[in-house]
């Protein structure tokens, strides 16, 4: 069976990590280091990683903590005041939806020839007579114009004013 | 945007009057604790992505992620634990993103020659180990790093990369024998 670990890799672990190894450390663990594979690769990895990260933590030039601390306290600043109005930018648009859909309905309830159109629409379609339809179509079609633009004004306006709150 | 503000603008900003962003950590123990993980971080950060530049980046956006994680800890090892499982998150998704975007260089597969060093022994080791951490995947590289240069537990390593701590033996022994391997001191060496 192939083993993973030896009962000694910690003792060879401390001492390279301690800078114990090879000189001050027991020779007998000097001489089962030689035999083990495991406890070789320790030593091998361990001392070029360890004395590597002493390299390093030496030559390391990092920013300042002050920096870092008021740079984050800023990029977190903005992030709430981003978070903060997004939902007020979905409501914004709701609102000019709902405006919109309110003029809509008034418009639609005091137009009498929207409300003869639309007469004419429900009488064409309950009594399926074809003649019917299409004169409540033809009559739809001649103000299909305006209606056209109420659904734009209704759909596209919210879409847009989004939109370029949005990229804000 | 992060990088690009002085510290005169920053002073400034603060001078005019504006709220201290609520972190949970207080500025002063804030400080205490980079002083005591940064460099290390740093160096990290540096032997998993293989890009110096990089590291910059990851690590002030991990002590940013750091920061407004709002978290309480126990101790300075969970607190410290915790700041690396951040970094190697980050270090992980740099590694993606540089995939997805197909660069004829992928990260970690150029390892930069990091600390320049007069010594010309220092310099011949740091070629060495940079050409042999080249092989390894970045998941080896940070196993190998935490565990023989941070000098983690295998618990501690677990947490860090989301790993279970019982099977973290059978897997540092693997890389570190290919390690050893590509560094050259031993062909292929068996268990004892």
Redesign the interface.
């Known amino acids: 069976m192939r083993h993973v670990e030896c009962r000694f890799e910690e003792d060879v672990l401390s001492a390279v990590v301690q800078s114990r190894w090879p000189e001050r450390v027991d020779p007998q663990l000097q001489a089962h280091v030689e035999g083990c594979g495991i406890c070789s690769d320790i030593v091998a990895v361990a001392g070029t990683l360890d004395a590597d990260h002493d390299e390093m933590l030496s030559a390391a030039v990092i920013p300042e903590a002050g920096r870092i601390w008021w740079q984050a306290q800023l990029r977190a600043r903005r992030e709430a005041a981003e978070a903060a109005s997004a939902p007020i930018t979905w409501a914004q648009v709701a609102a000019f939806a709902s405006a919109m859909g309110l003029i809509g309905a008034c418009f639609g309830a005091s137009s009498t020839w929207f409300q003869a159109a639309l007469g004419s629409i429900k009488s064409g379609v309950s009594k399926f007579e074809l003649a019917a339809f299409v004169s409540s179509v033809a009559a739809a079609v001649g103000h299909a114009a305006f209606a056209l633009g109420l659904v734009l004004i209704v759909l596209l306006v919210p879409t847009a004013l989004y939109i370029a709150l949005g990229r804000d | 945007m992060?990088?690009d503000?002085t510290?005169t603008d920053?002073?400034r900003?603060?001078a005019a009057g504006?709220?201290?962003?609520a972190?949970v950590m207080d500025?002063e123990t804030?400080?205490g604790f980079?002083?005591r993980t940064?460099?290390?971080l740093?160096?990290y950060l540096?032997?998993v992505t293989g890009d110096r530049a990089l590291a910059d980046d990851l690590?002030?956006e991990t002590?940013?992620r750091f920061?407004?994680a709002a978290a309480t800890y126990e101790s300075e090892s969970h607190r410290r634990n915790s700041l690396f499982r951040i970094a190697t998150n980050l270090a992980r998704d740099a590694r993606r993103r540089s995939l997805i975007r197909a660069g004829s260089i992928l990260m970690g597969e150029r390892i930069e020659n990091?600390?320049?060093?007069v010594d010309a022994a220092?310099s011949e080791?740091?070629a060495?180990?940079s050409r042999a951490l080249a092989n390894l995947k970045p998941r080896e590289r940070a196993m190998?790093?935490l565990?023989?240069?941070?000098?983690a537990s295998h618990e501690e390593i677990a947490g860090v990369m989301g790993l279970r701590a019982s099977s973290l033996?059978?897997m540092l022994?693997?890389i570190?024998?290919k390690?050893?391997a590509l560094?050259g001191?031993?062909p292929e060496?068996?268990?004892?």
């Open positions: 992060f990088r503000a510290y920053l002073t900003t603060e504006e709220e201290t962003a972190f500025e804030f400080r980079y002083e940064a460099r290390g740093w160096a540096v032997r690590l002030q002590f940013y920061l407004r990091v600390p320049s060093s220092v080791r740091n060495d180990l190998l790093w565990a023989y240069a941070e000098g033996r059978p022994f693997r570190r024998k390690m050893a560094l001191r031993k060496g068996g268990a004892r």
